[in-house]
């Protein structure tokens, strides 16, 4: 922090420790009239912004009404600031403002001394201008209503100042630049960073609301993150509206996803709903993202699936909470090696399984009495049908594909069986047991199929056919 460049004397190695000593000395000695006479020194600014920081409420207003004044007579004067092509009591009245921080009341003779002087300072010229009109709070904001002969870095500039201003009446006039200038508004506000997404969420106005989803909808992949740290104070602001495109709709669902709780749920229960195409698949995409088991009986298991049909599926677990299922198409399993998860789904009435070459038991399925239709396709080995002998409710069986099936004796007990397919390596060459299905109409046997004989009991009441 100090250095002793030579013997007896002592410099800071950090000019801030300077100023901030400099900006206590000033205000113990109640020098305010130093600190004015300095206002036309950039290098001394710091130091006078530290000072009113420092200041009692009757001595930072002192300082502010001297500064004004000060820059009042300049008005006339006509002079530069010193290295800038500006006039100096445009610099004097700015650096007035930026005395507002420390400033949490002002009396009314000052905040009307100030606000007068505000229209000097807009539209604000660059950042610094921008975020010392931030410091005079809720005073600046209308002087930074939307123009539209504003150039670019004006806009810019304007958006900033209300970032940081914050509140209802900065966030109305924020929304009009969104609405006027997007991509522009858009821009500013990814240079604020997250904090000004959360800030506009804890506003919680309508306003807020139409500046983030404008926000969301220019860049929905930047702003996820914001939307995420903000948690379940931006679960309002992610409801499904009909009007989202595809990518906006992504976006808000890998939010909600990332988000978790009891209100993220009840929203995204409506996007599985408009949009089932898009999110189901996008939701189960998601499984890596946060804990499987977790993410299984926290989101997934609390959507109330009725159906669903997914493509690739690499393992089962977390399915045993999907418990409101009542219609399951897997396809793509190449990877599973049993069923158990399923074996809780106790309201399956339809379950489609599709490219398990490593299942060997068919065990779990035995518990599933609500089915109705059951496909099975994939195996590359001889399977035991013994489990499905108790699933008494099935009236469609599929063994499809690769299927090696020798005994139909496990089938027989299926009372309400109405069709039934072989198909792929079938090495079945007894079908009497189908004979005691009395509900039993179709028999289709597709694939290599020699030496089957057909009981002449099942052929006048059953199509049985060969292809």
Not at 393 to 415: E, H, I, K, N, W
């Amino acid at each position: 922090m100090i250095q002793e460049p030579v013997v007896g004397r002592v410099h800071f190695v950090h000019r801030t420790f300077e100023e901030f000593l400099a900006a206590k000395a000033a205000m113990d000695a109640g020098d305010i009239g130093l600190l004015i006479d300095k206002a036309d020194d950039d290098q001394w600014w710091e130091v006078i912004i530290l000072a009113a920081g420092h200041a009692g409420q009757k001595d930072r207003e002192a300082l502010i009404q001297g500064l004004i004044r000060r820059g009042d007579k300049e008005r006339s004067s006509f002079r530069l600031f010193k290295n800038r092509n500006e006039p100096l009591s445009y610099q004097l009245y700015l650096l007035a403002v930026n005395c507002l921080e420390a400033s949490v009341d002002l009396s009314p003779e000052t905040a009307e001394e100030v606000q007068k002087r505000l229209v000097e300072l807009v539209p604000p010229r660059d950042m610094q201008t921008a975020l010392a009109l931030s410091q005079a709070g809720e005073l600046a904001v209308p002087y930074l209503k939307y123009d539209e002969n504003y150039s670019s870095e004006t806009v810019h500039a304007c958006v900033q100042a209300l970032i940081q201003i914050g509140g209802d009446a900065a966030v109305e006039v924020l929304n009009s630049y969104m609405r006027e200038r997007p991509s522009q508004a858009v821009q500013a506000l990814s240079q604020a960073g997250e904090s000004a997404i959360l800030s506009l969420l804890q506003t919680g106005s309508d306003a807020a609301f139409e500046v983030v989803n404008g926000y969301m909808r220019e860049k929905p992949s930047q702003a996820v993150e914001a939307l995420i740290q903000a948690g379940e104070l931006a679960v309002p602001y992610l409801k499904y509206d009909e009007k989202y495109d595809s990518k906006t709709v992504h976006a808000y669902v890998q939010a909600l996803i990332q988000i978790g709780g009891d209100a993220m749920i009840e929203v995204l229960k409506v996007y599985t709903k408009e949009r089932s195409g898009q999110v189901r698949p996008q939701l189960f995409d998601a499984v890596g993202v946060i804990d499987r088991q977790s993410y299984f009986k926290n989101i997934l298991g609390r959507l109330d699936f009725q159906s669903l049909d997914l493509l690739i599926v690499s393992s089962l677990e977390g399915f045993e909470h999907l418990t409101s299922l009542t219609s399951l198409s897997l396809k793509g399993m190449t990877q599973v090696r049993d069923l158990n998860s399923l074996s809780s789904l106790k309201n399956l009435t339809s379950l489609a399984l599709s490219g398990m070459a490593q299942v060997r038991d068919l065990s779990p399925l035995s518990l599933l009495k609500k089915l109705t239709a059951l496909s099975l396709r994939g195996w590359t080995r001889t399977i035991d049908l013994s489990p499905l002998s108790s699933l008494t409710s099935l009236t469609f069986l599929s063994l499809r594909g690769g299927t090696q099936v020798r005994d139909l004796s496990p089938l027989s007990s299926l009372a309400n069986l109405k069709s039934l397919v072989l198909s792929g390596s079938v090495l079945v060459r007894d079908l009497s047991p189908l004979t005691k299905i009395s509900t039993l109409e179709k028999v289709h046997i597709i694939g290599r199929a020699k030496g089957i004989k057909v009981p002449k009991k099942l052929s006048e009441h059953v199509d049985v056919r060969f292809r």
